[in-house]
C-alpha cells in the first residue's frame, strides 16, 4: 500500500521519502531494494523521490526519515505513516518479543515520526498527516494481540495530534485501510472482490490534500469504497 501511496502523491506533484528498511513480514532483514526500487518508478514517470531505509521502530530512525525530507526538500508538508509487520500467536503463546516488537513498528513508529515531524508542521503553519490503524483495532481478532494493540493505540494518537494541532493548521486522520497485499500471505482472499492497494490510494491522497475538510476522523477504505467510521459509542443500562 505504500508504493501505491507514493506513487500517487508523487504524480500529483509531490516530491516524496520513501521510506523501507526492506524487511520481512515478520520485520526481520533489511534490503534497500523495494524503497529504491519504488523510487525509480517515481522518477522514471518524472517525478521526485528519495529512499530512506532508517526504521521507524526507533526514535533515532525516526528522526533520520523526518532529516531526509528536510535535507533534500527543507521542509515537510505532509506524513503518511504505513509501516507495519505481523507476529502472529495466541494470547496464550505469544511472546513478550513478539509484543514489543509490533508496537515498536505500528505504534511506537507513529509516534517517532510524528514527534518530529509535528513541531515543524506547526511551526509552519501547515501540516497533513494520516496514520493506519485497523478494523483490527476497533474489533479484535484471533493470534494478533500486538496488531490489534498497536491499531488500537494509534487512533488514541491521531486524537491527539487533531486536537493539539486544530490552531496550527495541522490535521490529522486515520486510514483503515483494505487490500491484498503479503499481509494477507496464507489468507483465503478467493471471495475478496477486487482489493488491489490502488483502490484505496485516492483516499489517502485526499486526506493528504490541502483540500482536506476533516481532521480527527477515521475512514474505512476498501474494494473502492470509503466509509467514516464513527466514534466509539458505549450504551449503558442500569447504575
Not at 22 to 33: E, H, I, M
Not at 128 to 156: D, E, F, Q
Request: glycine share 12%; with cysteine; proline share 5%.
Amino acid at each position: 500500500m505504500g508504493r501505491a501511496y507514493a506513487l500517487l502523491l508523487a504524480s500529483r506533484g509531490a516530491k516524496v521519502v520513501i521510506n523501507d528498511p526492506g524487511a520481512s513480514l515478520k520485520g526481520d532483514g533489511n534490503d534497500v531494494g523495494p524503497a529504491q526500487e519504488v523510487v525509480k518508478e517515481i522518477q522514471a514517470a518524472d517525478g521526485e523521490a528519495v529512499a530512506c531505509t532508517d526504521s521507524v521502530a526507533t526514535p533515532e530512525g525516526g528522526k533520520a526519515i523526518i532529516d531526509t525530507a528536510l535535507n533534500h526538500y527543507g521542509r515537510i508538508d505532509i506524513l503518511v505513516h504505513n509501516a507495519g509487520i505481523v507476529r502472529r500467536g495466541s494470547l496464550k503463546e505469544m511472546s513478550f518479543q513478539d509484543f514489543e516488537l509490533v508496537l515498536d513498528v505500528h505504534l511506537r513508529g507513529a509516534f517517532h515520526v510524528v514527534r518530529w515531524a509535528f513541531p515543524l508542521m506547526c511551526k509552519a503553519g501547515y501540516g497533513r498527516i494520516v496514520l493506519t490503524s485497523s478494523v483490527n483495532g476497533l474489533y479484535g481478532n484471533r493470534n494478533v494481540a500486538n496488531y490489534c494493540v498497536a491499531k488500537a493505540g494509534i487512533i488514541g494518537l491521531s486524537n491527539v495530534v487533531a486536537i493539539e494541532g486544530a490552531e496550527e493548521g495541522v490535521k490529522c486522520n486515520v486510514i483503515l485501510p483494505g487490500a491484498v497485499t503479503r499481509m494477507a500471505e496464507g489468507l483465503d482472499t478467493s471471495a475478496y472482490p477486487p482489493m488491489d492497494p490502488d483502490l484505496v490510494a485516492p483516499v489517502v491522497g485526499w486526506l493528504a490534500h490541502e483540500s482536506c475538510s476533516i481532521t480527527g476522523e477515521m475512514l474505512s477504505s476498501m474494494a473502492g469504497i470509503a466509509r467514516r467510521v464513527p466514534p466509539y459509542v458505549v450504551h449503558r443500562t442500569g447504575g
